[in-house]
């Protein structure tokens, strides 16, 4: 069955630092995937998705996510971390079924220091 | 602009009491979904629907009721039979169908506590 996994329930890093949010997947067919942001007290919100093609896939806000196969890895990342973007990310992967049913990471939650 | 309306943004519920939180879209999607978020879990699956008048149980529905009289409305209802309610929910939509690459769209949550 499709899970993922994210590692480290929080990430702490200064502002200007590489931002590295970990997520491994296991599926049993070609995975899509997703990452989300969610700020305090609101909705998820689409980053960027993997379908097929391009295995590095750019999202808004400057994060990017790569899909490693031999791996099974989607981690997210941006070069330089600024305050907007503390949050809590969820990395995600749709069933294999007839119907787009997302099972979700954790998340992990941001922090950006000064 | 097209989105996800959920109302309202805080409720307080009473002890015995059923509470029905709202969730209405414009995007004209077929599909749309409850989730639960409780700290440190993630999102949880409480009910799903793909089509006006249909809809399925997720991962935790006890406790829960939904219906889906129209395509843009697909209200929650939580009963008193659910005895840890407290948590944020979060309301989504999708297109229909079977293509996994569609993403969910989520409307901004209410956030239901126990008086």
């Known amino acids: 069955a499709q899970s993922v996994t994210q590692l480290g329930s929080h990430v702490s890093v200064s502002e200007g630092a590489l931002v590295l949010l970990r997520c491994n997947y296991s599926s049993s067919v070609p995975p899509y995937l997703f990452w989300y942001v969610q700020y305090p007290n609101q909705g998820l919100q689409l980053l960027l998705k993997y379908t097929t093609g391009a295995t590095l896939v750019k999202g808004i806000n400057g994060f990017e996510a790569e899909f490693k196969k031999s791996e099974t890895s989607f981690h997210l990342t941006k070069p330089s971390a600024h305050m907007s973007d503390a949050a809590e990310y969820f990395c995600a992967v749709p069933l294999n079924t007839g119907f787009q049913k997302l099972v979700f990471g954790t998340g992990t939650r941001l922090l950006v220091s000064p | 602009d097209g989105g996800i309306t959920q109302s309202p943004k805080y409720l307080f519920r009473k002890e015995g009491q059923n509470v029905t939180l709202s969730c209405e879209q414009n995007l004209n999607h077929d599909a749309m979904y409850w989730y639960r978020q409780d700290p440190g879990q993630g999102l949880r699956l409480i009910y799903y629907?793909?089509?006006?008048?249909?809809?399925q149980k997720g991962d935790i529905a006890e406790g829960y009721s939904v219906s889906r009289e129209k395509k843009e409305s697909f209200p929650l209802t939580v009963t008193s039979a659910q005895k840890n309610p407290t948590a944020f929910y979060l309301c989504?939509?999708?297109?229909?169908?079977?293509?996994?690459?569609?993403?969910?769209?989520f409307g901004d949550g209410t956030r239901l506590s126990i008086l």
């Open positions: 629907s793909q089509i006006v008048n249909d809809f």
């Open positions: 989504a939509s999708s297109m229909r169908g079977t293509g996994r690459d569609q993403p969910q769209h």
